[in-house]
């Protein structure tokens, strides 16, 4: 069985290290936004230095592999009018209606602890939504559960004002705890902004005082029409 063995500070040291050395080779521009990806996954199963068959979803013998990707790169939801991003509710009619296929669940989110992790086959379902959104003239998508609650957009976490409540869903329900959902409920406490992690339904989400998504790239993005 084979593990990557190595810290979370190695990891960060790793981050930097590769931006650091894009930036002197010219590759990256230090004053535009950069945008760095650490990726792990594992690779081909190797047995006495040769690569042997190794199909199957067992990978524990697998080869481990650390990758580090860095980009310059532009607003996350660069499509999105000044007042806001342009968002779609993504469900079973919308897909039905616009991909010509058959999707006979319903595409209200996915009831899965896994949603929780920052997989590679969780961008699936964003990507499936945002590619729609797009197709229907919006910037992004938002998915739901299936007890209309909202859950997500396509690749970040959502937030409303609702009373002057800053709200998002809370951590138990099938979305990403995002590393920067969390810097936003720290700042806002810091602000002494009230905050609450529950179920937000739809139409209190539609009809919020404001309404945001935060993410890694795209930092803190209000929304403009839903």
Known sequence: QRYLTITREEVKQAIIETIRRNVKAGYLDPAKLIYGRPNVYRDEKIADRMVVP??????????????????NVGSYLASAPKDGARVVVFEKKLWRDNQDAD???????????????????????GGAAKNLAI?????????????NNVLEGGGENAFSVIDGMLKTPPRNKAILPGTK?????????????????????????????AAAFSGTWCGFEPLGHL
Request: a negative charge; one cysteine or more.
């Open 54 to 71: 190794g199909l199957g979803v067992a990978s524990l013998g697998h080869e481990v592999v650390l990758e580090i990707a860095a980009y």
């Open 103 to 125: 999707y006979e669940d319903v595409v209200r989110g996915l009831q899965s602890p896994l949603r929780q992790i920052k997989s590679g086959a969780n961008y699936g379902l």
């Open 135 to 147: 197709i229907l003239g919006c910037d992004e998508a938002l998915i739901t559960d299936p007890n």
């Open 181 to 209: 959902r969390a810097l936003v409920l720290e700042i806002a406490g810091k602000l002494g902004i009230p905050t609450c992690e529950e179920d937000i339904p739809l139409y209190e989400f539609i009809s919020a005082e």
